[in-house]
């Protein structure tokens, strides 16, 4: 059984920064991609960013100057950075894990473990 538990997500104003984490917990001997995902009412689940442990990154149709994703392997716990914060940057974010090895993408489907998620709210 793997746990994800993500933090930092908050209110800000439009401009600012925040760094989101998710710690794992459980059974992460073999947590091959990690990744970010967010949502809003009444719209699909959407990608964001993914790393493997291999440290090769993925981002879905999002600003990558304003998005980074980062991970430390010796505890599985992955970050998102986001920089000058947009008010349609407000959603609920989500951290996502598999085991699939050679699998490492924005594909919902292969994500197995997720978390309960981190709300970021965005004023202009």
């Known amino acids: 059984q793997v746990q994800l538990v993500e933090s930092g997500g908050g209110s800000v104003q439009a401009g600012g920064s925040l760094t989101l984490s998710c710690a794992s917990s459980g059974y992460t001997t073999n947590l091959y991609c990690m990744a970010w995902f967010r949502q809003v009412p009444g719209k699909e689940r959407e990608g964001v960013a993914g790393?493997?442990?291999?440290?090769?990154?993925w981002y879905a149709d999002v600003e990558r100057g304003r998005f980074a994703v980062s991970r430390v392997n010796a505890n599985n716990t992955v970050f998102l950075r986001i920089t000058n914060l947009k008010p349609d940057d407000t959603a609920m974010y989500y951290c996502?894990?598999?085991?699939?090895?050679?699998?490492?993408?924005?594909?919902?489907?292969?994500?197995?473990?997720w978390g309960q998620g981190t709300q970021v709210t965005v004023s202009s």
């Open positions: 996502a894990a598999h085991s699939y090895s050679g699998a490492c993408s924005e594909y919902r489907a292969n994500y197995i473990h």
């Open positions: 790393i493997n442990t291999y440290r090769n990154s």
